[in-house]
Every structure is written in C-alpha cells, then in structure tokens.
C-alpha cells in the first residue's frame, strides 16, 4: 500500500492506493477517478481494454467520498492534479457512500457548519487546518528552543482568571467551578520554580457575540517571563509574531495557494513593530471622527480604524486601568493607567495578542482583586505569589484561531478551529 504523498518515488512502478473518491468522470473507453488519501490527490485512469470487468463496472458505481483501492502504474503527469497519475491495471471498491450532503456548489455557511464533520475533507479546509497545525508545531519550536518549559494549566478552575463577565460554570461537587478563561495566573506561579514558562490550550467564555473574531472555545498560548518588563514583554511578541507568519511562508506555501492568500502582506512582518500608547491612540481616533473618550476600552470599530492606514501588527499599550482586568500593573509613570499591551492585526482581524506586566504588589493586588468584585478567598493562593519573593514578570496571550486566520487570509476564525463552538452551536 502506497500513500500519495510518496507517488514521485515510485514512477514506473505498479502501487496500491487506498482512499476516498473525489470525483469521477468517463468518455466510453476511458474513465478517471480522483483519489484522496490524507497525503495527497491522485488521478487514476482506466482504459476499458486494459482493466478486468469488474473494475470497470466499479467505476461506473462510484460516488464521492467512497472508499476505493487502485492498483496501477505511476506515471509523471503535469497536467493532473497533484502531478502524477496511475495507469490503473485493477479497481476496488471498498464502501460505498451514500449521496454525499457537499456538493461542488455554493452552499450556505451553516449547512457547511451542520457537516462540519464533512467539511474538513475540502480542499480549503484541509489547507486552512495544515496551517493551524504548523502554526501550532512553530509556537512549541519558538518556546523549546528558547528554553522555555511548558506548564499545562487546569481547565476547571475556582479562581476566575480575568473578569467575571463570560463565566462559563459549573456545578463542582456542590462547589462552584468555571472553565478557565486563561491559564495565566498558574503559569505565573510557575514562574519561580522555571523562570520562563508557557501554556497553550483550550479556553472558553460565554461570548453571547456572533462577530468574526469570537468563539466560546479558542486556544490560546501564554507565556510568562520572570524579570520581563512591559517593554521586553513587547519584543517577545513581535519576534513570536514574526517567527510564526515566517514559518507558516516557509512550510504552508501549497496551503496558502490553495487559500489564495496575497502573501506579500505577510512577507513584510518583522520586528519591530509599531508601538502607540492608548492614550495617543484615543487622540489619534478622535480627530478622525471617533466617539471614543479616554478611559475606555477601544472597541472593534476603533481596533479596526487605526489599521487603516497600517500594515504591519501594532502595539497599543498603557490601557487605563478601568478598562483592563485586576492583575496589570499599574503604571509608575501614570497611575491612571497599566503597564499592558494590545497587538492589533492588519486586514480586519482584531486583538491577537493581550499582554501586560503583572502587578507585584500584594496591597495594590488586593486592592484591584476587590475593585473588581472578585471573591479574595479565591485568590488567596495567587496573592502568596507576592508574599513570598515577589518578582517583577510580564506575558501575554495570543489567540491562535485569530492568528491562524490572519495568516491564512480567511474571513471568519470559525473555520480555522476543527470544531468550532459557537454561541448557537454545540454540534457536530
Ligand atoms: O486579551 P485576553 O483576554 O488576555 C488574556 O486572557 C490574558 N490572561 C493573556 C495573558 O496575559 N496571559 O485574550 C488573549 C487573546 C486575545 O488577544 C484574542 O486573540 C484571544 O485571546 N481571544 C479570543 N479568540 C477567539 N474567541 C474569543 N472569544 C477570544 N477572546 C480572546
Ligand atoms: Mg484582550
């Protein structure tokens, strides 16, 4: 049994592929069939006068999505898809499918979401995941080779991690508990015993949102430095940034093709990137027409009106206080404001990245934990981080499914994550 992708090594040669039928076609003598095994497309040609009966009468039962066995010689075709074709000696099905629910039409986009279980065989699909894939594989290269050790944080949690606003709870043993929303404040203890740590998993929040940029269940990567101040924290994440879209240029190139991307609007992303303070953000955005007011938070619209006129990712930092969650820093240089960051795309795709040096001071910690409303006790064992060898540290999270859309040029993240979970959606 021969996989597809190894084809080129095996010219001349007779080969068994096993696989599902993209699509058939045949003109009385000749016939075709384009097989898909997970590794690669393969044409198969049958000549009537060459194959026993029985294969050739298979053919003629084929739907897509069976699962065929080919068995033929290999032979160099550059006009076939994927660039080799088998000269077919016998055919073989092996399970018949029934009519197929995706057809090579338009669709709507929730019926493709309804077989979503199906829809990961399309070719943009499987581009689309490939990517995800490599771009996961470069963010564990980027944190091995420099030495950091990855920490796996809990996904129930009593301590909720950033605001009390999209919990998702449950009941834990006549207990409280909630899926966790990030694994910093973990990986922040973790620090002390390993210096530079990372997480990278599953989080959740009850985003009640339909936009592009949300989904209830997203990955995200979150390393935490010991040491690291705000600034250093900002030149981990260009080069984290950069080193990404790099690998995902270097290794994904059929992909993005088969995506469409324009990669020239990757090409270009290198450290450093462009840095504005919020407060000259707000200033920036008013005397363009913005509503916004200093003190609050920057919404999509705003996000989206700085990346106008810019193309590479850029840092918004120094956010006030009010409008971050209760572990920033505040700011020595303006206590109004925290020692944090936001790393915004280009194109359209929001917030990749929130970041922030931690605060360190027990009583300022305290104090914001119980500003925000948040229960003390549950952070009675965050606060010991500060009472025994406080140390100044920073990290950031950044949200692969919006990375990954972003690098890919896809519109909505939903279609860069196998199973989205979406506000109405908890099927398939
Ligand atoms: O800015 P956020 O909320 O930061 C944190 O969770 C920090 N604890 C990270 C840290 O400092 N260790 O989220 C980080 C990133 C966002 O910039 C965004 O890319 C992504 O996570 N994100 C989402 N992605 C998809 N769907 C959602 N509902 C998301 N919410 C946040
Ligand atoms: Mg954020």
Not at 80 to 91: F, M, Q, R
């Amino acid at each position: 049994m021969a996989e597809i992708r190894d084809l080129s090594k095996h010219v001349g040669e007779s080969v068994t592929v096993r696989g599902w039928v993209e699509s058939t076609r045949g003109h009385g003598k000749v016939a075709f069939v384009v097989v898909r095994d997970g590794t690669g497309i393969v044409q198969g040609v049958l000549v009537k006068s060459a194959v026993d009966e029985s294969s050739w009468a298979a053919h003629g039962t084929l739907t897509p999505e069976s699962l065929v066995a080919v068995t033929g010689r290999v032979k160099a075709e550059a006009r076939a898809p994927g660039g080799y074709e088998v000269e077919l000696s016998s055919l073989e099905l092996l399970a018949l499918a029934e009519p197929y629910p995706i057809q090579p039409k338009e669709h709507g986009v929730d019926f493709l979401l309804d077989n979503r279980h199906l829809w990961l065989r399309s070719s943009q699909q499987r581009a689309g995941l490939r990517v995800r894939a490599e771009v996961e594989q470069s963010i564990h290269d980027f944190f091995y080779q420099r030495d950091f050790v990855r920490i796996d944080s809990p996904i129930l949690t009593g301590s909720i991690g950033e605001h009390a606003g999209t919990l998702f709870e449950t009941d834990y043993f006549g207990e409280r508990a909630f899926l966790a929303q990030t694994g910093q404040l973990y990986i922040e203890a973790a620090c002390p015993a390993f210096r530079r740590v990372y997480c990278f998993g599953p989080t959740f929040r009850a985003e009640k949102s339909k936009t592009r940029r949300h989904l209830t269940e997203f990955w995200m990567v979150e390393p935490e430095v010991a040491f690291n101040d705000s600034a250093a924290n900002m030149r981990l994440q260009e080069d984290f940034v950069s080193y990404i879209v790099e690998r995902a240029l270097e290794r994904c190139r059929e992909e993005l093709k088969v995506l469409e991307r324009d990669t020239s609007k990757l090409e270009h992303v290198k450290p450093p990137f462009p840095r504005i303070s919020y407060t000259d953000a707000v200033t920036e955005l008013q005397a363009g027409g913005s509503e916004v007011k200093w003190g609050e938070d920057l919404g999509a619209p705003d996000e989206l009106k700085l990346m106008e006129t810019r193309d590479l990712p850029l840092f918004v930092h120094d956010y006030p206080k009010a409008a971050k969650a209760f572990y920033m820093k505040e700011n020595p240089a303006d206590p109004r404001t925290v020692l944090c960051d936001d790393l915004l795309a280009p194109e359209g795709y929001g917030e990749l990245i929130g970041g922030s040096q931690r605060e360190d001071d027990l009583d300022r910690l305290k104090s914001r934990i119980e500003a925000e409303g948040l229960p003390l006790d549950a952070y009675a064992w965050y606060l010991d981080l500060r009472r025994y060898g406080t140390f100044p540290h920073a990290g950031f999270g950044l949200g692969l499914e919006r990375t990954v859309a972003w690098i890919t040029g896809k519109h909505h993240i939903r279609e860069l994550i196998p199973f989205p979970r979406l506000m109405n959606r908890l099927y398939p």
